[in-house]
């Protein structure tokens, strides 16, 4: 990873926590309940990273299962921020949290390619390509 990779994943991550406090914040606004404020900061905060991966022309980062976790970083995020609002704790307290729990699992997943789990097909698991013929597994 260069030094530049590094410093986009850095801003990349502190980016995604800031949008997810920015959603559940607005959903907590508008009244919504615990799950609609944790989806909404789910949404502003992935929606910008799918934004920047068109107009960079790359691959959509949360529509590839073989990519580090993003998404679920967000989700983790926005329901401790929901958590401690409903804790009433201080609002400087939910934001500092929030965005670190995002950066610090972002740099995890990225340091150590932490992924969600494939699915492996029942043609992969028995030897078989998609087309039905057998593949050679050692």
Known sequence: ??????????CDAVSLGA??????????????NALICVICGLFTGTGGG???????????????SNSEIYASTVLCGASIYVLLAKLSTPLYVRIVT??????????FAW???????LFQSSHESIGLKSDGSESLKS
């Open 98 to 107: 929030t965005i670190t729990t995002v950066v610090t699992m972002r740099y």
């Open 111 to 117: 340091t150590r390619n932490i992924t969600l789990p």
């Open 19 to 32: 949008f997810a406090v920015i959603g559940v914040q607005n959903g907590i606004r508008s009244g919504r």
């Open 50 to 64: 799918v934004i920047r991966d068109l107009l960079c022309n790359r691959p959509v980062r949360i529509l590839h």
């Open 1 to 10: 990873i260069t030094h530049e990779h590094e410093l986009w994943n850095w």
